[in-house]
Structures are given as structure tokens and as C-alpha cells.
């Protein structure tokens, strides 16, 4: 059956990096946009990243830009955030989602992974 598994999630400190890694098994993830999202305690789900895989389009949102980077290994079938600077603000659990192009809904998601960045 479909599934995403992230990966990578851990303690950094302020200022450190982290590349989260979402594998798909049951599925083409090249059929799909993917979407990287994050919740903090108490907050609501955020988007930070997308990768549009029909052409390697990519969105971040703004108080990721310049830090974080999106990319995908087709090989793999393996989508990557590499989270660079980071921040204690960024402290979530993340989850990697993939997008179905025809409804637009993000129909698979990943268990999510804890990233924590503190000193």
C-alpha cells in the first residue's frame, strides 16, 4: 500500500543543520507535488516547502526562504529538506505529504518526525 516515512528529525543546535528525508514506497512519488509541513505545540499545520516533481518547480514559505531547500532523488524515490541555520522557531514535527495533481488534495502523509533545535 502507499506510505512516506520521514526520516532525519533530531536535536540541533541554534544555528545547525538537519536534512529530513521522505521515502515512498507503493507509489511513483514523481507523479506527485510534495509538500513538506510542520506542526509546533500548539500551533496549527504550517507549509514550509513544495516540489512540483512535473518540473521541478519549488515554493517555500517565507520564514523558510534561503534556509531550508527542497529536492527529490528519482532513483530513491526519496523527496529532502536540507534545513540549514536554523532556528529555534523551527522546532516542530514535520510531515511530508504528496499532493494528487488531479484533485489537488494531499492524499499520502508521513508519520512525521521531530526535529527540536536547542541550545
Known amino acids: 500500500q502507499e506510505k512516506l516515512v520521514e526520516s532525519g528529525g533530531g536535536l540541533v543546535q541554534p544555528g545547525g543543520s538537519l536534512r529530513l528525508s521522505c521515502a515512498a514506497s507503493?507509489?511513483?512519488?514523481?507523479?506527485?507535488?510534495i509538500g513538506w509541513f510542520r506542526q509546533a505545540p500548539g500551533k496549527g499545520r504550517e507549509g514550509v516547502s513544495c516540489l512540483v516533481t512535473t518540473d521541478g518547480s519549488t515554493y517555500y514559505a517565507d520564514s523558510v526562504k534561503g534556509r531550508f531547500t527542497i529536492s527529490m532523488d528519482n532513483d530513491k524515490n526519496t523527496v529532502y529538506l536540507q534545513m540549514n541555520s536554523l532556528k529555534s522557531e523551527d522546532t516542530a514535527v514535520y510531515y511530508c505529504?504528496?499532493?494528487?495533481?488531479?484533485?489537488?488534495?494531499?492524499?499520502?502523509w508521513g508519520q512525521g518526525t521531530q526535529v527540536t533545535v536547542s541550545s
Open positions: 505529504a504528496a499532493q494528487e495533481l488531479s484533485s489537488g488534495a494531499f492524499v499520502y
Open positions: 507503493g507509489f511513483i512519488l514523481d507523479d506527485y507535488s
